[in-house]
């Protein structure tokens, strides 16, 4: 089923970019994450320019995120309190981002920043994630309960001034906290196409030590509205926003990420945690060796 | 028709012993929709004498399609500390986003390298108007690098045996056009050309724009980007939502 595209100017096969899309969205049902860091790099690899693909993949992680956030909301799993800190930080930085967007564009190298943005946070994470997953299943595996890790943010979390109460996430710390890492969120969103899911729970456990029921929620109800940014920046700025492939990605995520959800609720934890650490460590390991091969386009077009 | 009549009009008004040369275009308007996945055009016409009758003589026919030309910056990529970056690039004021060029006989058996230069016939032989100065090895290194990109994409193509002229009267080319063409007003160029000598040249014009839903998500996407935007996040929401509510029933 051919199906052209009004913005990237091509036409793709719509069952591909409709199973691509359910593949993520599997990915984010079960893991929690957006899955815009599978879809991107995907996009790219089909052909649709790297702009189109990060603003269009932005618009079906909104789609994937709503669901999550409505059901995390029912059972009250969201700190809305420093998830609206977040989203500030979020949509300032959405607006650094376009900023960066353009200075990198016209210098020629976005695409090597955002390959190698992917394989730094990719790999850093993944590795992360599997590391903490296989000691997780070697205790669960050997009886003994593993030792309770003391919740503690960071200590340049502590050293910020003016601190707030946020009672849901139990955490006394200073809203900057929050609001950089939001800051630091939006940029990669506008840059990457991701929601930054994987980036911010790890974040948000180990940096500012919230409380782990209400982290999945929040970093959703963030990366729902960061998301709902970037797609507007996209298209106010870049124009790069295709209605038709967002469409596509989203028809399969939607249902994917039903699909995952209910996959999630059957698969242990920590397996689950380490088969996505592996996804993500092979990504990050198939980008960084296409830094280092020769690419088959030594030459590529900007329109001036 | 129409053809038939341009052709009585020119016999009327050519004295000159150069023959006449009757081109056509299969569409003067390609429209590029939904679904839309290329399409071939099929440039053909007649090569008359004045006196209305046969040629009589061999000739070569030269066909060029050419597309809006574009004003870019192109990227060389070079490995520099064990990574692929972008570390040159030029710009060129006029590059065509489209070339096409067939003749009846390889290019460099028609015509001398100062015709075909003059008339651009030919792949490496396009005027793509360099901004600045540049050293002419790394020009043409970049014009080959651009023709060579461009060529994979089928949007350059030369083909040296795509025209058939047959009983030295008619010809025909068929020249195909990707997906990814860009849109706007195409040029096509015919050359009767013999013993190395242009004798007879005419142009036609064809229209590439986008129709119907494509069409308007183009024109909303350029001249309404916040409402657009707000749609866009509309459907997500929207799709998220209902998939939400769809599964809970299941």
New interface residues.
Partial sequence: M???L??A???VNGLFIVLLGGLTGVLSGMFGVGGGFLTTPLLIFYGVPPTVAAASAA??V??????GV??HSRSRNVDYQIGLVMIAGGILGTGLGALLFRLLAAW??I??VIN?LYVLMLGGIGGLMARESLVALRSSRSGASPAPRKRRHHPLVASLPMRWRFYRSGLYISPLAPLLLGICVGILTMLMGIGGGFILVPAMLYILGMSASVVVGTSLFQILFVT?AT??M???TT?A?D??L??LL??GS??G??LGAKLAFKARPELLRLVLAVIVIAVALRMAFG?????P???????? | MRPLLALIALLLLAGARDPILVPEVSQHEIQ???????TELLLFGAILDPSGTRAGRDYDIVVILKGPT????????E?IG?????AH?T?FRS?PSYYAVASSRPIKDIVDERTAAIYELGLNRLQLSPVGEIDPDEQAR?SA??V??RARQGLYQQNDRGVRVSEQVLYQARISLP??V?TGVYTAETLAITKGRVIASATAKVEVR?FG???L??TF??NW??T??????G???A??????R??VLI
Wanted: aromatic content about 8%.
């Fill in positions: 051919d199906v052209y009004p913005i100017n091509l036409s618009s079906q909104t789609g994937a995120s709503v669901s409505l059901a020629g190298q695409d090597t190698i709902i797609t507007l996209h298209a106010l124009k926003v209605i038709v967002a469409f989203l028809l939607v249902s990420a039903q830094l280092g091969i020769r690419p386009e030594i030459y590529s077009v900007d329109l001036a | 590029v929709s939904q679904g839309f996945t290329g574009q004003a870019i910056t192109l990227r060389e990529k490995k064990g990574i692929w970056l972008n690039s710009a590059a970049f690098g651009l060579d990109l997906s990814n860009q986008k839903f494509g069409r998500v183009a996407a350029e980007s916040l657009y935007g707000l749609l866009a996040v459907l997500s929401i799709m998220g939502w209902m998939a939400g769809l599964f």
